[in-house]
């Protein structure tokens, strides 16, 4: 379902001159026996993740789909980037699939903020407040606000029906809070950090109450654990992606792009950035992760892309079979000269826009290209991409001697925030 072509890399090394190294990396990782190891609970999910609280998430999203016009999903960063690039993915961005799904407790933007609480006044709406710690402040400060909505606008019982908290199984600030108030929770296992829990609750459930068919997210997550369960480099091609950003960084490569032909894709990098940058960007080492929607951002970062400094590398992530497609019509007049393009359809101009794009950066730019091809953007291949992502940035870390599943960096501008605010 996710195929890798490094056809087009300049990779100077072997990729099969690493199968030891990688070897005991996949070793370490599926024995619990490298850096991190109580945060690997993602790798045998597709398998043991509780199917009692799974269906009880259906049938609560199955209510909360009947009666609201909008869902609040409350959370930040791994509590929301892997809900929002699955909704946009796999619904597209104007999809007419009710009720809207609204991100909300991921900025102190007072503007936004604002904005949304006057947008969902008059709508009937539900709450989803997702969050491991309990305390992250951009979450806790706008929950506290939805808080108080839902109960001066329904009542305390009925705000408490209409409130899903997805928390720690017995601990944290959230927890005593949905005890406390009798809300409807979901756990977010001990053993799977944010970033990697998009295929949990955290994720499964503001998808499901989107409309998108979970099971098969499932069914894509253990196609994807099952492909990738052999270490063999010939074999696995996330191993393979592993390998290849290594061997681009030995080559001077220090920023990788992943591109994306497709809009609703954008968020799906976002989320990508997160998991890459957050698991591997410590002890000054790792690649900076960025992204670029093409062939939007062709007429803006693509100048540097083509002829700017040779820092970098692309990882297209390209789509086999768009979601939806159109033919271009013909015009009698032809006064805008498109008539070479009538009868095409528009799938193929953005495939032809992507091969010469590749031609112009690897040719002539001299961009080193990886290519990841999935087969669609359905429900199913989201589900296999996520897996094959994860152990592609489990790999690549251990392979830098890096535990991907911590992020001490990001304390640092917390501990300064909260002196300045007055935090005690
Ligand atoms: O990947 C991570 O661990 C982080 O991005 C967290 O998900 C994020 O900081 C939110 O934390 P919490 O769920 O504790 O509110």
Redesign the pocket.
């Known amino acids: 379902m996710m195929k890798l072509d490094t056809k087009h890399a300049f990779l100077k090394e072997d990729i099969a001159g690493y199968q030891d190294i990688v070897t005991k990396c996949h070793e370490d990782l599926h024995n619990k026996t490298g850096k991190g190891n109580d945060y690997v609970g993602w790798v045998e999910w597709p398998n043991n993740y509780d199917k009692e609280e799974y269906a009880r998430l259906k049938s609560v999203a199955a209510d909360i789909r009947e009666k609201c016009d909008v869902l609040m999903v409350c959370?930040?960063?791994?509590?929301y980037l892997g809900a929002r690039a699955a909704v946009e993915m796999i619904n597209g961005m104007y999809s007419d699939k009710k009720p809207e799904i609204i991100f909300f407790g991921n900025t102190f933007s007072s503007t936004y903020i604002a904005q949304v609480m006057e947008y969902i006044k008059d709508k009937e709406v539900a709450v989803n407040v997702?969050?491991?710690?309990?305390?992250?402040t951009e979450?806790a400060l706008a929950f506290r606000l939805l808080k108080q909505f839902m109960e001066e606008k329904y009542g305390k019982e009925e705000a408490a029906k209409r409130i899903v908290a997805t928390t720690d199984k017995a601990r944290g600030t959230l927890k005593t809070i949905a005890d406390k108030e009798v809300y409807e929770t979901f756990v977010?296992p001990d053993d799977i950090?944010?970033?990697f829990s998009v295929i949990t609750p955290v994720g499964l459930f503001p998808i499901a109450v989107a409309g998108i068919d979970t099971d098969a997210i499932m069914t894509g997550l253990k196609k994807a654990y099952e492909d990738l369960k052999d270490p063999d480099l010939s074999k696995n091609d996330a191993y393979a992606y592993a390998v290849s950003r290594r061997i681009l960084e030995n080559q001077g490569k220090d920023v990788e792009m992943l591109v994306s032909y497709e809009t609703q894709m954008t968020m799906v990098a976002e989320w990508w950035k997160?998991l890459f940058g957050?698991s591997e960007g410590k002890e000054c080492k790792g690649n900076l992760p960025t992204s670029a929607n093409f062939s939007t951002d062709l007429h803006s970062l693509g100048q540097f892309v083509q002829d700017g400094k040779k820092v970098l590398y692309e990882t297209l992530l390209l789509i086999d079979k768009p979601t939806l497609d159109l033919n271009f019509p013909e015009d009698a007049d032809n006064l805008d000269g498109m008539n070479y393009l009538a009868g095409k359809s528009v799938d193929w101009v953005n495939k032809m826009a992507c091969q010469g794009t590749l031609e112009a950066h690897e040719e002539t730019g001299g961009v080193p290209n990886l290519i990841l091809t999935l087969d669609d953007m359905s429900a199913e291949s989201f589900g296999y991409m996520c897996y094959f992502f994860f152990k592609a940035c489990a790999i690549t870390c251990y392979m830098l001697d890096i535990n991907p599943f911590n992020?001490p960096g990001?304390e640092v501008y917390k501990k300064n925030m909260f002196r300045l605010l007055g935090k005690k």
């Open positions: 959370g930040i960063g791994g509590s997702i969050s491991k710690s309990g305390t992250t979450t977010i950090g944010g970033r997160q957050e992020q990001v």
